[in-house]
Nanobody, 114 residues
Framework: QVQLVESGGGEVQAGGSLRLSCAASGSTFSRNVMGWYRQAPGKQRELVAIINSRGTTTYADSVKGRFTISRDNAKNTVYLQMNSLKPEDTAVYYC????????WGQGTQVTVSS
């Protein structure tokens, strides 16, 4: 069983920045692929970024160059630094742990106003 708790969402103006955090329970965190997904109203949930145990990252084309995913294995935490935010980044952001059947956090709202 893995529990994921996100924090750091909020409202920001276009061009601003936010940093999301996801604290994970469990002793296998350092070996797990971790990811961030988002879901905007009326749209399907989509991948934002993932990071594997070696720190290799993958990003959606829409966020490349603006978002950075990172992890601190000592703190069992994964981060998403979001810069140059756009109104189209508005969504609920979910943390994901790719272990076993997969686990999701409860989500954190990010709202970018124009």
């Amino acid at each position: 069983q893995v529990q994921l708790v996100e924090s750091g969402g909020g409202e920001v103006q276009a061009g601003g920045s936010l940093r999301l955090s996801c604290a994970a329970s469990g002793s296998t965190f350092s070996r797990n692929v971790m990811g961030w997904y988002r879901q905007a109203p009326g749209k399907q949930r989509e991948l934002v970024a993932i990071i594997n145990s070696r720190g290799t990252t993958t990003y959606a084309d829409s966020v490349k160059g603006r978002f950075t995913i990172s992890r601190d294995n000592a703190k069992n935490t994964v981060y998403l630094q979001m810069n140059s935010l756009k109104p189209e980044d508005t969504a609920v952001y979910y943390c994901y742990s790719q272990v076993g059947r997969g686990y999701w956090g409860q989500g954190t709202q990010v709202t970018v106003s124009s």
